[in-house]
């Protein structure tokens, strides 16, 4: 019998794993008793404190580490991180019920297999055999489930992606209401 050990990335991967797929439940119940900005704010204060404990303490109390990172870097990572965090839990907060919520967290889980691409094409480095084959699968395993295995014809792809350019290039403030489109406050 072999003796199996797990070093404490292994488990850091793991905990990353059981935090990912858990988050989508928690941002829907916090959000539910809150409201979707509300509770961005309170996880991450939260979350944001225990890390710059952790922080201080792994650096022995000093803020040395962070003078290394440049501004910019330290800029652009945390305004994407904050348009990120938020508009998932806006996208939670606004689903009209549990079904939305799972498709949410559906497109949540290839944020992972998307970065890996993006950062090895951005980064100009060479990755697996099987990363492309794989993020084509989620792709089209997500594509399956968003689409009810319903047929999709190209026509109708080009006209919700039309739509949803002029939706986001319109200010929300002008745009017409729909039927059934409600904003929760």
């Known amino acids: 019998m072999r003796n199996f050990l797990i070093d404490r990335n292994t488990l850091a991967g793991l905990g990353a794993i059981l935090i990912w797929s858990t988050s989508i439940a928690l ?12 509770g961005a704010a309170a996880v991450h204060l939260i979350g944001g ?3 710059f404990a952790l922080f201080l303490c792994r650096s022995k109390g000093s803020l040395l580490p962070l003078q290394s990172l440049s501004g910019k870097f330290l800029l652009g990572c945390g305004v994407l991180f904050v348009l990120y965090m938020l508009a998932l839990f ?13 498709e949410i967290g559906l497109l949540n889980y290839l944020w992972p297999a ?6 090895l094409l951005l980064l100009h480095k060479k990755g697996n055999f099987i990363l492309v084959p794989g993020t084509l699968l989620a792709l089209s395993g997500v ?3 968003l689409t009810r ?12 992606v039309a739509w949803a ?5 319109t200010p929300w403030q002008s745009r017409p209401r729909f039927p059934g489109a409600s904003i929760r406050t």
């Open 149 to 160: 295995g319903q047929s999709i014809s190209p026509v109708s792809i080009i006209g919700n």
């Open 49 to 51: 404190g225990f890390s």
């Open 165 to 169: 350019g002029t939706r986001a290039l």
């Open 143 to 145: 594509f399956l489930v």
């Open 90 to 102: 806006v996208a939670v907060g606004m689903a009209a019920d549990r079904h939305q919520v799972l």
């Open 27 to 38: 941002v829907r119940s916090i959000s539910e008793q809150v409201g979707p900005l509300a």
């Open 114 to 119: 998307l970065t890996i691409l993006f950062s």
